[in-house]
């Protein structure tokens, strides 16, 4: 087979992408790389060809940190199923070749293949990376091909009562993309940040994903009384609602659960067939930074998707200071 890798536009990008049939997420719809390259990045569009059939796509950015230079490919590349191994080989091959091109240190993949595909990656010299996180590996996800009182079926018993009472509870949800929305999300997100010690998104990266995706992303709040209480962001696309990023302030009542109920079934509404929790902790790992959120996710069913772990293509001796930093991170954050 002859594949030819070679640069497409964003309405070849996008019409591949609302057409693939397997696993997906906005990170390789055009609007997300008009994000980044607003933010000052390098976004790269490619597209897989076998002779003029397009079979595959691949959406990175450039990114340069004092650590190193390097190509990150979020959530991709997307390959038809019935090319999969030998374009996936080839692609990575010429993915190297890219980075090169590019005066990288070295290139990363953060895909979403069953880690039965590391023997692919490792017969091209691909390896395992150092990070604990770059794009989630283990989501979990809720079909929604199935009717409101199905999906409330499915819910964990304490999850079902705490929807059921929303409404008894006085709890009002709004939704929008404005700068008001914002405001309501950005004050509960600071408050979050004080509360559990993370490092934030910056502001303006919410601000540009506003601005480019429009209506594909709503900020969705519940209030009580005036007062607002839980926030999240979601993006959508033809396919899936993604939980994006979420706030709180405390409540005894349902407020959290409100608002993702409400964002489910906006997703609904638009026809999507998930709604795509992002990341979350196994089960066992209770003492994971995320395992309070993943019950709170798990809780409103679905299933645990599993992906291979990032991999790196180091192309130059500086790669290693960024495998030292990336180790010593991790090991920091004991994960």
Same mark, same amino acid.
């Given at each position: !087979?002859?594949?030819?890798?070679?640069?497409?536009?964003?309405?070849?990008?996008?019409?591949?992408?609302? *057409?693939? =049939?397997?696993?997906?997420?906005?990170?390789?719809?055009?609007?997300?790389?008009?994000?980044?390259? *607003?933010?000052?990045?390098?976004?790269?569009?490619?597209?897989?060809?076998?002779?003029?059939?397009?079979?595959?796509?691949?959406?990175?950015?450039?990114?340069?940190?004092?650590?190193?230079?390097?190509?990150?490919?979020?959530?991709?590349?997307?390959?038809? %199923?019935?090319?999969?191994?030998?374009?996936?080989?080839?692609?990575?091959?010429?993915?190297?070749?890219?980075?090169?091109?590019?005066?990288?240190?070295?290139?990363?993949?953060?895909?979403?293949?069953?880690?039965?595909?590391?023997?692919?990656? #490792?017969?091209? $010299?691909?390896?395992?990376?150092?990070? @604990?996180?770059?794009?989630?590996?283990?989501?979990?996800?809720?079909?929604?091909?199935?009717?409101?009182?199905?999906?409330?079926?499915? !819910?964990?018993? +304490?999850?079902?009562?705490?929807?059921?009472?929303?409404?008894?509870?006085?709890?009002?949800? %709004?939704?929008?993309?404005?700068?008001?929305?914002?405001?309501?999300?950005?004050?509960?997100?600071?408050?979050?940040?004080?509360?559990?010690?993370?490092?934030?998104?910056?502001?303006?990266?919410?601000?540009?994903?506003?601005?480019?995706? $429009?209506?594909?992303?709503?900020?969705? #709040? +519940?209030?009580?009384?005036?007062?607002?209480?839980? #926030? +999240?962001?979601?993006?959508?696309?033809?396919?899936?609602?993604?939980?994006?990023?979420?706030?709180? +302030?405390? %409540?005894?009542?349902?407020?959290?659960?409100?608002?993702?109920?409400?964002?489910?079934?906006?997703?609904?509404?638009?026809?999507?067939?998930?709604?795509?929790?992002?990341?979350?902790?196994?089960?066992?790992?209770?003492? @994971?930074?995320?395992?309070?959120?993943?019950?709170?996710?798990? $809780?409103?069913?679905?299933?645990?998707?599993?992906?291979?772990? =990032?991999?790196?293509?180091?192309?130059?001796?500086?790669?290693?200071?960024?495998?030292?930093?990336?180790?010593?991170?991790?090991?920091?954050?004991?994960?």
């Amino acid at each position: !087979m002859h594949f030819v890798l070679k640069p497409i536009n964003e309405k070849t990008q996008d019409d591949f992408y609302d *057409a693939f =049939v397997g696993e997906k997420t906005y990170l390789q719809g055009a609007k997300y790389g008009s994000v980044r390259q *607003a933010l000052g990045e390098k976004n790269i569009r490619r597209g897989l060809f076998l002779g003029d059939q397009l079979i595959g796509i691949a959406q990175f950015q450039k990114i340069s940190a004092r650590r190193g230079v390097y190509l990150h490919l979020p959530h991709g590349p997307l390959i038809e %199923s019935q090319y999969l191994e030998p374009a996936l080989k080839f692609f990575l091959e010429a993915y190297q070749s890219f980075g090169k091109q590019e005066e990288c240190d070295f290139v990363r993949v953060s895909s979403l293949f069953d880690p039965a595909h590391q023997s692919v990656f #490792s017969e091209v $010299g691909y390896r395992s990376a150092p990070v @604990h996180l770059v794009n989630p590996e283990k989501t979990w996800v809720l079909n929604l091909q199935s009717a409101k009182e199905d999906l409330l079926a499915q !819910m964990k018993k +304490s999850t079902r009562y705490e929807v059921k009472r929303i409404e008894k509870c006085g709890i009002e949800v %709004s939704q929008g993309n404005s700068a008001e929305h914002l405001d309501i999300f950005w004050a509960l997100h600071l408050e979050t940040v004080r509360r559990q010690g993370f490092v934030p998104f910056p502001r303006s990266m919410t601000e540009k994903e506003l601005d480019v995706f $429009g209506e594909d992303v709503q900020i969705f #709040s +519940s209030s009580i009384d005036q007062k607002n209480y839980s #926030s +999240s962001i979601i993006v959508f696309d033809k396919n899936a609602g993604y939980y994006h990023q979420g706030a709180s +302030s405390y %409540s005894k009542l349902p407020v959290a659960h409100a608002t993702i109920w409400s964002a489910i079934c906006e997703a609904k509404s638009r026809g999507c067939l998930e709604f795509n929790f992002w990341g979350v902790c196994g089960d066992d790992e209770k003492k @994971h930074p995320w395992y309070g959120l993943s019950r709170f996710k798990k $809780g409103f069913g679905g299933e645990e998707r599993n992906y291979l772990h =990032v991999q790196d293509f180091p192309l130059r001796k500086k790669y290693w200071l960024n495998w030292f930093i990336e180790k010593w991170r991790k090991w920091k954050k004991k994960l």
